[in-house]
T-cell receptor, first 115, second 111 residues
């Protein structure tokens, strides 16, 4: 157990809908990273927040948004869902802001299925 | 942006043999290269990493080598065991916190 928690574990929804994925980092970690893992695209970095502020942005669609709250938990909002958004969504956390200096600890993931 | 290619996509080895997974990257500014292991249905876990100022790093049965000139890095697992069976991902970043991942290698160790 990495200490990173994600809810829900599974999510089934319909095209056009909006969902929110939640992540709580390890105690003491200030950075949260979001990743999307799909069969055809592999593991893709979406976005990073550090202490409430956006720090790095990857291949995140405009339909997706994220935020990190004062208690450091983070939410990833996915809207106008399409079939291709079906994937496993991971968050990871680390102590500081630099992904190259600290280990990232991954949560168990949220499996999203869009029908 | 960075492009990371990983080969092979699947690899089967006999228990006790060595396994080698190779990755190439395109951005010469990339300076940090982690490797992750993901067991079926589980989360990715960092197993070893290397920075651009080092050519090789070893941790027990796992080693990583980096050739900056050729822009490739490799994961070496010696004396493989059935519990090494998993999907392995390489990644690269230039320090900007955006990680680029390879497409993964599914390793099967046959007892």
């Amino acid at each position: 157990d990495s200490g990173v928690t994600q809810t829900p574990k599974h999510l089934i929804t319909a095209t056009g809908q909006r969902v929110t994925l939640r992540c709580s980092p390890r105690s003491g970690d200030l950075s949260v990273y979001w990743y999307q893992q799909s069969l055809d695209q592999g593991l893709q970095f979406l976005i990073q927040y550090y202490n409430g502020e956006e720090r790095a942005k990857g291949n995140i669609l405009e339909r997706f948004s994220a935020q990190q709250f004062p208690d450091l938990h983070s939410e990833l909002n996915l809207s106008s869902l399409e079939l291709g958004d079906s994937a496993l969504y991971f968050c990871a956390s680390s102590v500081g802001s630099s992904g190259t200096r600290e280990t990232q600890y991954f949560g168990p993931g949220t499996r999203l299925l869009v029908l | 942006g960075e492009n990371v290619e990983q080969h092979p996509s699947t690899l089967s080895v006999q228990e006790g043999d060595s396994a080698v997974i190779k990755c190439t990257y395109s951005d010469s500014a990339s300076n940090y290269f982690p490797w992750y292991k993901q067991e079926l249905g589980k989360r990715p876990q960092l197993i070893i990493d290397i920075r651009s100022n080092v050519g090789e790093k070893k941790d027990q049965r796992i080693a990583v080598t980096l050739n900056k000139t050729a822009k490739h890095f490799s994961l070496h697992i010696t004396e493989t065991q059935p519990e090494d069976s998993a999907v392995y991902f390489c990644a690269a970043t230039n320090g900007g916190n955006q990680f680029y991942f390879g497409t993964g290698t599914s390793l099967t160790v046959i007892p």
